[in-house]
């Protein structure tokens, strides 16, 4: 015999038939490995509390853009009753002019717009358990 064994006989050598053996699993593991990580791409959802934290700041602009809306601009509260909002500096100089002028007049003017504005409760309608 040579030295170069030979295949069952096929006048092959060991060494050559076994090289498409190994390409064909090392293919197979690589399309595997391939494929598994296209399914992890795939399948990954987006992380947690992104969208959540992307609705909470423009929630938040939204908010600071109304605040600021309403401290900076006179606007009616509350027609009915008369309430108004002024922005803090108008409302600071017309506190400055009445409260310099007579104190105990824009005291009771205070008061009594006060209870307008926030009137008492209406009483409880009486318990049958008492």
Do not use: C
């Amino acid at each position: 015999m040579n030295s170069v064994s030979e295949h069952s006989g096929t006048g092959v050598p060991e060494n050559r038939a076994r090289w498409p053996y190994l390409v064909a699993i090392l293919g197979a593991f690589l399309i595997v490995g391939f494929l598994v990580w296209v399914m992890h791409e795939y399948t990954q959802p987006a992380p947690l509390g992104q969208i959540r934290a992307a609705e909470r700041a423009k929630a938040l602009i939204e908010l600071r853009a109304y605040e600021s809306e309403q401290l900076n601009n006179a606007g009616w509260i509350d027609p009915a009753k008369g309430l108004v909002r002024l922005p803090i500096a108008d409302s600071m100089k017309i506190v400055e002019q009445q409260w310099g002028r007579d104190p105990a007049a824009a005291r009771t003017n205070l008061i009594a717009r006060v209870e307008a504005a926030n009137p008492p409760p209406p009483k409880p309608a009486p318990s049958p358990f008492e």
